[in-house]
């Protein structure tokens, strides 16, 4: 029951652009509180000072950094999230709910990364340096359950372009959103990849039903596999 929760919980929701991941992540952490317990969300990048200045540049159109920088900058930006907000929560016993997380780094600057897609071999950056990278950064950090939200870029796309013009950030898609619809499958075949290397920690939802279909979806499986 939910008075196993020892240690704090520490959960990743990963996706393409407008998989509805802030959605989901809201819905459950009303429910997860409406029980009394302690739920911390947060996002990557920029849940801290420093990393709001990095996810205004990381996220500029104009800016255009090399490979191992961008890399070197997302993890910056976790290692300050881990130790400022994540392990002192899940010191509390919190269950940390995060918007982007570990995948997000081996998909986007990994897997469909320009010249990984173009099966280039990446001067800078490969899939074993972000594997070592992450785990060196994050520590004892890495989540117990991962929820995969799949969406067709397609459909991920069209909903991220409403939700600009719905916050009157008409004509702002950032440097991932502006990209080729390509890439954004390719972004997406990265997770389900993913999913499939770590069956045991990722939980693939469609994220094509209706919003109330996915929470309860991800609901059972945390009543299952977290409160159970
Ligand atoms: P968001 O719009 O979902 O907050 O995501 C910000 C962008 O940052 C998104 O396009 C994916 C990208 N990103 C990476 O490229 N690498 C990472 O490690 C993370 C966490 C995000």
Known sequence: MVDNIVDGILISFEGIEGCGKSTQIVMLAERLRGLGLEVVVSREPGATPLGQELRKLLLDPAYNPDALTELLLYLADRR?????????????????????????????????????????????????????????????????????????????????????????????????????????????????????????RFRIVNAQQEIDGIHDCIWREISNRILG
């Open 80 to 200: 300050e999230h881990c130790s400022r907000i994540i392990r002192p929560a899940r010191a509390r016993g919190a269950i940390v709910l995060l918007d982007r997380f570990i995948d997000s780094t081996w998909v986007y600057q990994g897997f469909a990364a320009p010249a990984a897609a173009a099966g280039a071999t990446r001067d800078a950056v490969s899939a074993k340096m972000i594997e070592t990278l992450n785990r060196l950064v994050v520590g004892s950090d890495w989540p117990q359950l991962t929820f995969l939200l799949d969406c067709s870029a397609k459909v991920g796309l069209e909903r991220a372009r409403r939700r600009n013009l719905e916050t009157g950030a008409v004509g702002v898609a950032d440097r991932f959103e502006q990209r080729h619809l390509d890439f954004h499958e390719q972004v997406r075949a990265g997770f389900l990849r993913l999913a499939e290397i770590e069956k045991e």
